[in-house]
């Protein structure tokens, strides 16, 4: 399977596409693509797709200026669009094969699709690119472009009948426009911030936990093995309700995860699960404590979760819990997609 990914790039000033993103309630980082550029990564949703069309239409719209929106699909095919003042005017393919849509028909026939109009297997469509106007692209770079080699890259010329990763052609397309092509060839799911320059975290403002003067909040992912009769959210409660009492100060919303993202960590959770053996639940929790640094409630949670598990299903030692550090980002996507919330009473 090839690489698959979606963002944007606005012309316009950091601080206003970051506000523009705030009023728009969007989820997203961004990255400096150059002076007065903007690289927007915009937040997948469960299928590890993000709309970046309906993201680059409504920031152009808003800001009264221009953008492009780059889809980069299974290694095979580029799709830029140009936006300006919230209208498309401009729509750019790699592969114009690959906007045929084959089907087989109700007499067992084979057909395609394309614009809308459906046609005979046999009949002629259009191959090669669409749209590889390099005059469109140049006031949408950096400096002097030229347009010599932007129109090489945009054709995909490159003298070779090897094939071209659709996402080398779309970094040799944003170099040729003096973009920077680390934050536009990359996804909201794949940012690491110490390696991404500039990078910045734009999030909606009701996503922002609360948290009291005083208080810690720390983000954790949780793994314990559980019998075949359990309940996974009475565990979860559970879980939540183990931090009362205790030497600190804690609290927690326990998330009871259902369907375990790539995106949300998920790798990093399936091998504990391996690791256990056993029937497992797994669980984002935001816990908050007072009274010790990060370390110490971290660690007085551990063993109050612990001790209320193991007490509770009998667990044995290699059946957890397991407490897993996961990036912001991951954490984030995996608790805002949880089935069910137990809080602490």
């Given at each position: 399977m090839g690489t698959s990914y979606q963002n944007l790039m606005v012309v316009g000033d950091l601080a206003a596409v970051v506000s523009a993103l705030e009023g728009l309630g969007a989820d997203a980082w961004v990255v400096p693509a150059a002076a007065g550029r903007v690289t927007v990564l915009p937040r997948e949703d469960e299928y590890s797709y993000a709309d970046a069309d309906g993201l680059a239409q409504s920031l152009s719209a808003t800001?009264?200026?221009?953008?492009?929106?780059?889809?980069?699909?299974?290694?095979?095919?580029?799709?830029?669009?140009?936006?300006?003042?919230?209208?498309?005017?401009?729509?750019?393919?790699?592969?114009?094969?690959?906007?045929?849509?084959?089907?087989?028909n109700d007499d067992g026939a084979p057909g395609f699709r394309l614009d809308g109009v459906e046609y005979?297997?046999?009949?002629?469509?259009?191959?090669?690119?669409?749209?590889?106007?390099?005059?469109?692209?140049?006031?949408?770079?950096?400096?002097?472009?030229?347009?010599?080699?932007?129109?090489?890259?945009?054709?995909?010329?490159?003298g070779t009948s090897e094939r071209i990763f659709a996402e080398f052609q779309h970094r040799l397309i944003m170099k040729a426009m003096n973009l920077d092509p680390?934050?536009?060839?990359?996804?909201?799911r794949w940012v690491r911030q110490e390696e991404l320059?500039?990078?910045?975290?734009?999030?909606?403002?009701?996503?922002?936990?609360?948290?009291?003067?005083?208080?810690?909040?720390?983000?954790?992912?949780?793994?314990?093995?559980?019998?075949?009769?359990?309940?996974?959210?009475?565990?979860?409660?559970?879980l939540a309700d183990a931090l009362a009492g205790g030497p600190l100060r804690l609290r927690a919303t326990v998330g009871c995860a259902g369907v375990l993202h790539g995106a949300a960590g998920g790798a990093e959770i399936f091998n504990a699960q391996l690791r256990m053996r056993s029937r497992t639940a797994a669980y984002y929790i935001e816990l908050q404590?007072?009274?010790?640094?990060?370390?110490?409630?971290?660690?007085?949670?551990?063993?109050?979760?612990?001790?209320?598990?193991?007490?509770?299903?009998?667990?044995?030692?290699?059946?957890?819990?397991?407490?897993?550090?996961?990036?912001?980002?991951?954490?984030?996507?995996?608790?805002?997609?949880?089935?069910?919330?137990?809080?602490?009473?």
């Open positions: 800001l009264r200026t221009s953008a492009l929106s780059n889809v980069v699909f299974d290694s095979d095919v580029v799709s830029i669009n140009v936006y300006r003042n919230g209208d498309l005017v401009h729509e750019y393919v790699s592969e114009r094969a690959a906007l045929v849509d084959w089907f087989i005979p297997g046999d009949a002629e469509y259009p191959t090669g690119p669409g749209g590889a106007d390099p005059d469109v692209f140049a006031p949408l770079g950096v400096g002097p472009v030229d347009l010599g080699r932007l129109g090489v890259t945009l054709r995909g010329e490159f680390a934050g536009l060839t990359t996804a909201f320059l500039g990078a910045a975290r734009v999030k909606p403002a009701d996503q922002a936990p609360r948290v009291a003067e005083g208080w810690t909040l720390v983000k954790v992912a949780l793994v314990t093995g559980l019998p075949l009769d359990a309940d996974q959210v009475a565990a979860g409660q559970i404590g007072t009274g010790g640094d990060q370390e110490q409630i971290l660690d007085a949670a551990r063993q109050a979760w612990t001790l209320a598990l193991r007490g509770r299903f009998q667990l044995a030692a290699n059946q957890g819990p397991e407490l897993i550090n996961l990036t912001e980002e991951q954490f984030d996507l995996g608790f805002s997609r949880a089935t069910d919330y137990c809080s602490t009473t």
